[in-house]
T-cell receptor, first 114, second 112 residues
Framework: SAVISQKPSRDICQRGTSLTIQCQVDSQVTMMFWYRQQPGQSLTLIATANQGSEATYESGFVIDKFPISRPNLTFSTLTVSNLSPEDSSIYLC???????????FGPGTRLLVL | GENVEQHPSTLSVQEGDSAVIKCTYSDSASNYFPWYKQELGKRPQLIIDIRSNVGEKKDQRIAVTLNKTAKHFSLHITETQPEDSAVYFCAASRSNDYKLSFGAGTTVTVRA
């Protein structure tokens, strides 16, 4: 499976600021996604990161709050904007190959908003 | 959208016994069903998956069964070991969009 890295691994931010999370894959992948895992909860899909075009957001998530970029097939960023304590979560990127369908997760970014 | 329900939320078993986790899904178009194991502080790891054209799949001590008519699938872990202690998530997706809808998770504790 692909090797997936995320930066930063964790961060503490003040409310009202923004955090940009990077996801890097060691091989070209068709599909990249961003998920949120709130403390003690399951995973919720935020959006599909589309290469060279606007991301596709799930219900309840908007581009102004979670802007996403995907300039190529190995890299994506998620920005969490105008932070509030409710944004404290783990944010995970995942990758999938269209042919194999199996999806693998990055190590996650643990965000705490004060 | 897809709704995946998972039971039980917690499961405690004696080492060597079996553990069974059950999930139901709502979208009849879902045809891919992975299971992930998440240890504390770590990323979810894919442990087994099944597609709708298969009724059962086994990998050593882990097996998954799928009943498409009833829209439910189950994870079976036999001869449990302390290292099986983790949170397990079931998920479902359609093959044309790969978007995973997750169950709420099951915390499995294997007692030595």
């Amino acid at each position: 499976s692909a090797v997936i890295s995320q930066k930063p691994s964790r961060d503490i931010c003040q409310r009202g600021t923004s955090l940009t999370i990077q996801c890097q894959v060691d091989s070209q992948v068709t599909m990249m996604f961003w998920y949120r895992q709130q403390p003690g909860q399951s995973l919720t899909l935020i959006a599909t990161a589309n290469q060279g075009s606007e991301a596709t957001y799930e219900s309840g998530f908007v581009i102004d709050k979670f802007p996403i970029s995907r300039p190529n097939l190995t890299f994506s960023t998620l920005t969490v904007s105008n932070l509030s304590p409710e944004d404290s979560s783990i944010y995970l990127c995942s990758v999938a190959d269209r042919a194999k369908e199996t999806q693998y997760f990055g190590p996650g970014t643990r965000l705490l908003v004060l | 959208g897809e709704n995946v329900e998972q039971h039980p939320s917690t499961l405690s078993v004696q080492e060597g016994d079996s553990a069974v986790i059950k999930c139901t899904y709502s979208d009849s178009a879902s045809n891919y069903f992975p299971w992930y194991k998440q240890e504390l502080g770590k990323r979810p790891q894919l442990i087994i998956d099944i597609r709708s054209n298969v009724g059962e799949k086994k990998d050593q001590r882990i097996a998954v069964t799928l009943n498409k008519t009833a829209k439910h699938f189950s994870l079976h872990i036999t001869e449990t070991q302390p290292e099986d202690s983790a949170v397990y998530f079931c998920a479902a997706s359609r093959s044309n969009d790969y978007k995973l809808s997750f169950g709420a998770g099951t915390t499995v504790t294997v007692r030595a």
